[in-house]
């Protein structure tokens, strides 16, 4: 998840990562990362918040035009 992170920062573009959705080989490198994910290129924020903020969009913001 760290390259991937790193590659869409190098890239501008804004990353936002769901703690609960990634893990590493040990507790202590999982967390150490997410730290410094959080403190340098990432938003590391909850699921609970990723899915609040996705519902709190309003409705058919994303549907497809008409006959696409």
Known sequence: MRASVLDAFSENF???????GCFDRSQA????????????????VSTAECIEYIQSLPAGQFELPAGA
Do not use: F, G
């Open 14 to 20: 804004r990353i936002t990562l769901a703690e609960e």
């Open 29 to 44: 490198s999982h967390a150490i990362n997410l730290c410094d994910m959080n403190a340098k290129y990432a938003d590391v």
